[in-house]
């Protein structure tokens, strides 16, 4: 790539800028206590225009048809060149939704779709609930957006498979945060370790481990510099809801 694109919004100075000030919080969703982040990804095709924008992760059906609905609106951008040559360029970005003062709702994962309302994430509805729906929650409401890889600011980075391996049998997820990013990318279990495939050798980054047992919530984290070396990750310690979201706050 010899240049990425350039946005060009008139009376905006940045893509974010033009986001904020025409992205509305739907009224039914800040009504019900709905926020978070949604990520967004689309394509600024060899014209300068946005294409394909499509909702990654996302909250309930309002919030995410309003993001969808300024993304699409955007002004032309100048388009990537390549040798020369005007090209195709994919961007995904996080958009948030803040509730001044007030609680997030919890959202409860339908098929893999977080959009039924299961209420304000109380410690006893924390220990109820599945792994899966905490990690949604933990990350996607606590500013966290979720990228891969391929992310603009890693390109050109050496890359290598980071191994994180755990001596449990439990169900667990493993997840990396990239505090200079503010954002978090997911594990796969495969070989006896959870695999982080490409990621860029010697960033900073801190793992982080949740696991269930019965209504107990246990929670490890530890500061890494990624390396080609299988790092170790144990120590998990019971949590409530409310240790959780303090020690989220004080990682990044």
Known sequence: MDEIPQFKGNRYISFSQYLTANIKYPTISRENSVCGRVYVTFVIDETGKVENATILRGLDS???????????????????????????????IPVDFRLEG?????????????????????????????????DYYMFNTLSLGWINCDFYPFKGKRKVDMRVKLNITRTVS???????????????????CFVFDRVPKNEEVVVVGTMKSGNKFLFTSKKLVVSNDIQHLDSFEEITFEDMKEILDGLY
């Open 102 to 134: 007030g609680e997030c709702l919890f959202l409860k994962n339908n098929g893999g779709e977080h959009t039924g309302v299961h209420s304000i994430l109380t410690d006893s509805a924390f220990e109820g609930s599945m792994l899966e729906d905490i």
């Open 174 to 192: 493993v997840h990396l945060i990239f505090t200079k990013y503010n954002s978090v990318l997911s594990g796969t279990y495969r070989n006896g």
């Open 62 to 92: 309002s919030i995410n048809e309003e993001v969808l609905r300024v993304v699409n609106a955007s002004p032309i951008w100048a388009p990537g060149k390549k040798d020369g040559q005007n090209v195709a360029v994919s961007y995904s």
